[in-house]
Nanobody, 130 residues
Framework: QLQASGGGLVQAGGSLRLSCEPSGRAAVSLNMGWFRQAPGKEREFVAVITRSSATRLATTLYTTSVKGRFTISRDSAKNAVYLQMNSLKFEDTALYYC?????????????????????WGQGTLVTVSS
C-alpha cells in the first residue's frame, strides 16, 4: 500500500530525498509521515504532514533533532509524501519507514505515535558516513 524509495549512502553534510507513494486504501490517507529505526533502537517519529483542505492548511510536525534540516512535503495530486533531508548527520543513519493513516486528529489520532498508523511501507535505508 505504501512504496518508499530514495535511501542510499551519503557523506555527513550531504542530502537525500525520500519518496513515498500510496496505493489502494492508503491513497486516501489524511496523515502521512516518516519514522526511522536505527540498529538496536526502537522505531521513532521523524516527521508527519496532514492533508490540506479548502479551509485548513496542512500541518507539519518534526522531531526536535531534525528541525531545520528535514522538510516534509506532499503532492496532493499523487497523494505522495516526500522527505527532503539536508545536512545529514551520522546519527540520522537508520531504516526509514513511510506511514499513513486515514483518521483525523479531530477523532483523537496521535500524529507522532507509531502504534496508531495503519499503513506502513517496506523501509528505505539511509546510511550517513562520518
Amino acid at each position: 500500500q505504501l512504496q518508499a524509495s530514495g535511501g542510499g549512502l551519503v557523506q555527513a553534510g550531504g542530502s537525500l530525498r525520500l519518496s513515498c507513494e500510496p496505493s489502494g486504501r492508503a491513497a486516501v490517507s489524511l496523515n502521512m509521515g516518516w519514522f526511522r529505526q536505527a540498529p538496536g533502537k526502537e522505531r521513532e517519529f521523524v516527521a508527519v504532514i496532514t492533508r490540506s483542505s479548502a479551509t485548513r492548511l496542512a500541518t507539519t510536525l518534526y522531531t526536535t533533532s531534525v528541525k531545520g534540516r528535514f522538510t516534509i512535503s506532499r503532492d496532493s495530486a499523487k497523494n505522495a509524501v516526500y522527505l527532503q533531508m539536508n545536512s545529514l548527520k551520522f546519527e540520522d543513519t537508520a531504516l526509514y519507514y513511510c506511514a499513513a493513516d486515514r483518521r483525523s486528529v479531530f477523532v483523537g489520532f496521535n500524529l507522532t505515535d507509531r502504534t496508531e498508523y495503519e499503513y506502513w511501507g517496506q523501509g528505505t535505508l539511509v546510511t550517513v558516513s562520518s
